[in-house]
């Protein structure tokens, strides 16, 4: 069974810190995405950035990037230059082309920006 | 492109009562997805749609219903409500599964209390 692990309930950063968020995932499949998603307090979800397994770099995408570790099954966020704005809550996900578009996600990391 | 629109936003019910709840896909996607997000269980799939068929359950119980139409949009529905049904359900749409963009693009969600 596929499960994703966020083991930070909360988190919190200084503006224009940097802060790593935590995500551990359990497969056996060779071939699968991950995924960040962030969520406001609007609620509405917003991918951040997303990894194919396949590649070996790390993906992205402005102040946003990952660090990948495929043999310990890790994906974890790096925000640097927090802004007010980063402050969400922030959903790890996995999916695997052979249970079709079932994201599976973590229970979330609350992260606060302090001014 | 528009995004994922959801209607209604907000929804009261009381128990013993039914819900639909309408999700229109971004323009070109044709995989709907359905999730319940709750502060004890997190986000957890309901269900997939994609032409107009279920492809893929999460395990919830046969109250929970969906269908999609020739446009794709989707409909879910909640029968026999009970007050664990209370949480925010979320609509997120795709290209059809089989490749590395094949994101989840979430629509704001519909807040439903069950009283």
């Known amino acids: 069974a596929q499960t994703v692990t966020q083991s930070q309930p909360e988190m ?21 995405y991950l995924f960040w998603y962030k969520q406001p307090p609007s609620r509405q979800m917003i991918l951040v950035i997303r990894q194919e397994a396949y590649k070996q770099q790390n993906a992205t995408e402005n102040r946003f990037s990952v660090n990948f570790q495929k043999a310990a099954k890790s994906f974890s966020l790096k925000i640097s230059d927090s802004q007010l704005g980063d402050a969400a809550m922030y959903f790890c996900a996995y999916r695997t082309p052979n249970t079709g578009n079932q994201f599976y996600f973590g229970t979330g990391t609350s992260l606060t920006v302090i001014p | 492109k528009a995004g994922v629109t959801q209607t ?11 819900v ?29 749609y994609f032409s107009e068929t279920q492809r893929n359950k999460g395990n919830f119980p046969g109250r929970f219903s969906g269908r999609q139409f020739s446009n794709s949009r989707s409909e879910m529905n909640v029968s026999t409500l009970e007050l664990g049904d209370s949480a925010l359900y979320l609509c997120a749409s795709s290209l059809p599964a089989g490749g590395p963009s094949n994101t989840q693009y979430f629509g704001p969600g519909t807040r439903l209390t069950v009283l």
């Open chain 2, 20 to 48: 639909t709840l309408s999700c229109s896909p971004i323009s070109g996607h044709r995989s709907v997805s359905w999730y319940q997000q709750t502060p004890g269980q997190g986000l957890q799939f309901l269900f997939e």
């Open chain 1, 12 to 32: 919190s950063v200084q503006e224009a810190e940097t802060v790593t968020l935590s995500c551990t995932y359990d497969t056996s499949e060779s071939d699968y």
């Open chain 2, 8 to 18: 209604p936003r907000y929804l009261i019910k009381t128990r013993g009562q039914q």
